[in-house]
């Protein structure tokens, strides 16, 4: 009986610390996810008069380009913190933007006609490319594929490529080609109006958006020959910055406040608008980047009446 009694005593005190370990893990958790797990926030600040457009995350943080300036601003992800990585200088603009691999900025140079290549972890220069002498110009949207940057240009039919070595390196001018596109694609050519803009890639071929029509097409890098996206009786006008996940397309109709998600056939060939997201926190979004579950979208604020005073921001929604 003594036995007993002691036995049954030893094997309540030892629940009873089971029970005692559990709650506190269960504390611990619950403070995580409170406080130390916080989500990331959902608006980055950025410089007061920046006027953006791009936007890039890469390694947890995010890259946003201004277009008159050239500069590049750096932001934490998880924090919002951040501050301006490549200055403004003269000649210099910065539209859409692309970081790759061996942290290094691509940035399309708008009406400059040219392509720069910053260090993202410094910001010092470490490329400049004429794609075009074209006086009639803008150098809009930029996307990385294995072997290239590719650049869409909103007032002429072509796409410009920069070469990329395996090896890493960054060549020279002669890196540079320019690729006419035929096809389905007609571009409306009207003084400041955009035709292409945003540009993706989906290994084999490239996507692009038409602004002005709200049309979707594929280009065949190879070749420049392009076809249409049939998207039934959508479209998607004021496209800009597009983003492309697997079959999922997401299309930022800037000055529609709202972002487009498309469903593309496995060919490219035809695609579903699956919804339309407005936000009361667009204003005139531009871009489009993604981490961990969230989309960041960059407010460019077009026709703000002095953007040169205007605060601007970026806002994070989940993806959907």
Known sequence: MIFLTRSRFAQRRFLRWVRLGLLLVTAALAGCSSGGGSAPPDVISLPTGFRPEGIAIAEGKLYVGSIPTGRVFRADLATGEGAVLVEGRTGRNSIGLKVDGRRRIFVAGGGTGKAFVYDAATGADLAEYTLTLTPETFVNDVVLTADSAWFTDSRN????????PADGSLGGQEAVSTLSLTGDLALQFQPG??????????????????????????VDPSTGVT????????????????????????????????????DLAPDLSSGTVRTRIPNPAFDVPTTVAASDGSLYLVNARFGVADPDAAAYTVVRIGKP
């Open 227 to 262: 076809r249409r996206i049939d998207l039934g009786a959508e479209t998607v006008t004021n496209g800009d910055g597009i983003l492309l996940e697997g079959q999922t397309l997401f299309v930022v109709q800037n000055r529609l406040n709202q972002l487009a998600v498309v």
């Open 157 to 164: 039919q072509v796409l410009y490529r920069v070469a990329l």
């Open 193 to 218: 109006v955009n035709n292409l803009n945003g540009i993706a890639s989906s290994g084999a071929k490239l996507v692009v958006v038409q602004s002005n029509t709200g049309f979707l097409y594929t």
